[in-house]
């Protein structure tokens, strides 16, 4: 981030391939992730658990944060785990060929066909989240004599945030088993008292876009506080910690995120110290990174089109895209940064603001947007740092066809999922019948 390639035409070179290109070959706007980062991301989190060598791990992607049958594959090639919180999530996983062993399954309202779909594919674990989910479990295992390995999500009170993380000392939130209130000890005794779901453990997940280590340590120790009792009266240790994802990204050059080894360190250093404590053995340790292997890896192409200068104020810049395959800037004021990049050699010289071509005052993908003065409509604009939560969050305002997704490595451009046409548009549509005049 930050060191861009540029080829000798000023065009933006990513996965050794000229963006400009790619714009003409596949259209705007257009996802593009380069793959060797997504490798070198999944590279780092294995490098930082293997200096560990006590420790049993497991790194699950978080597929929430993008999903297609090619990402899935990637994801399995490289022999990680996967975590989905839905049936469409889990049919994808499956119909990418992943192991159902390797998928975990989540969610705060999973529906009765979605757990048979789990149970029928046999997924890993599935993560329960609340008590009517632990009793339908319980009933469809009991029907289909069928056991199933679970965890427990639990809410430790501890909130990251971007910068800080806080207590909050109780836990208002609509996810997981609330720890100072009874709830988590409760549905730890259903679990033991049940013949066919099998606790394997506790997961939590305190936060997205963290940049500190300190509310994975507060997390975890809050969580061993209750499992002096748990152990104790229960007689229950939990083989499998997980302590969720959440791990921060570059959007701009105002985010500084940590190399992984440092939360990685933070996480084990933690649970052996609370499990020495307490003589509690060690649990194998699971994260659950969407953002930090997909986010940097992705940009979007857009073709710039009309401006508007408003003298003395600002000039829009308007793209064939917006809000509706990026929903993270008007949804949480998220900021991205941009580069011209068919004139991606000359000096940022112009704050414009990059609008969306969506029927909506706050579709504005960037407010401030650094490009070059000559950077104008038939320009290529690239986004940076869109690959999570963009195309998985996309959608069809103002029926906006959904954009294509290029995977690009060593020069390589293909296609993993095609641009939606108009046709796909309608495709579901079902249109009122034409009544026949009947006179009688
Ligand atoms: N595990 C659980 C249980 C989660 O709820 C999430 C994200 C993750 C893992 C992955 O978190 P990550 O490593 O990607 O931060 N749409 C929002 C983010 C929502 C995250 C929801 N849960 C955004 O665009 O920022």
């Known amino acids: 981030f930050g060191t861009q390639i540029v080829n000798n035409e000023g065009h933006l070179m990513i996965g050794g391939c000229d963006t400009v290109d790619l714009a003409n070959e596949f259209g705007t706007p257009l996802y593009i992730y380069d793959t060797a980062l997504i490798k070198e991301k999944i590279e780092e989190f294995k490098a930082a658990f293997s200096r560990h060598k006590e420790i049993d791990w497991q790194i699950a992607y978080a597929s929430k944060a993008f999903s297609t049958l090619a990402m899935v594959q990637l994801i399995d090639e490289a022999g990680l785990a996967l975590d989905v919180v839905s049936g469409g999530e889990l049919y994808t996983a499956l119909h990418a060929g992943m192991p159902a062993s390797r998928i975990h399954f989540h969610g705060n309202n999973k529906s009765d066909s979605e757990l048979r779909l789990a149970l029928d594919a046999a997924v890993g674990a599935i993560v329960v989240d609340n008590f009517y989910e632990l009793d339908r479990l319980n009933q469809l295992c009991a029907e289909r004599r069928q056991s199933m390995d679970i965890l427990l999500r639990v809410t430790p009170g501890v909130e990251a945030h971007t910068h800080e993380f806080i207590m909050t000392g109780h836990d208002d939130t609509k996810f997981g088993f609330n720890l100072d209130n009874g709830m988590a000890e409760q549905a730890i005794r259903l679990a033991l008292e049940s013949s066919y779901l099998i606790l394997k453990g506790l997961h939590c997940h305190i936060g997205s876009q963290i940049f500190e280590t300190e509310g994975f340590a507060e997390a975890i ?3 061993y506080k209750y499992l002096d009792r748990w152990s104790a009266q229960l007689g229950f240790s939990p083989r499998i910690l997980n302590v969720g994802g959440g791990f921060g990204i570059h959007y701009t050059e105002l985010d500084h995120p940590l190399p992984i080894a440092d939360y990685i360190d933070t996480i084990v250093a933690t649970v052996r110290e609370e499990c020495d404590n307490r003589a509690l053995p060690l649990p194998a340790i699971w994260v659950e990174p969407g953002r930090s292997l997909v986010g940097e890896a992705g940009t979007t192409l857009y073709t710039a089109g009309a401006t508007k200068e408003i003298p003395g104020t600002r000039t829009y810049l308007s793209v064939d895209g917006g809000m509706a395959d990026n929903i993270r800037p008007s949804l949480y004021q998220a900021d991205y940064q941009a580069i011209c990049a068919s004139r991606a ?9 990059i609008a969306g071509k969506c029927c909506e005052t706050g579709d504005i993908l960037i407010k401030q947007a650094h490009l070059p003065a ?14 999570a939560y963009g195309y998985s969050m996309a959608s069809h305002y103002n029926r906006l066809p959904a954009p294509a997704v290029v995977f690009v490595e060593d020069g390589d451009a293909s296609l993993v999922v095609r641009r939606e046409t108009y046709a796909d548009i309608i495709r579901l549509d079902v249109p009122l019948q034409v009544k026949t005049h009947n006179d009688n």
């Open 221 to 223: 120790r809050t969580i």
């Open 345 to 353: 050699n000359l000096p940022a010289d112009k704050i414009l603001a």
């Open 374 to 387: 000559g950077c104008t409509s038939g320009d290529i604009l690239a986004v940076l740092s869109t690959g």
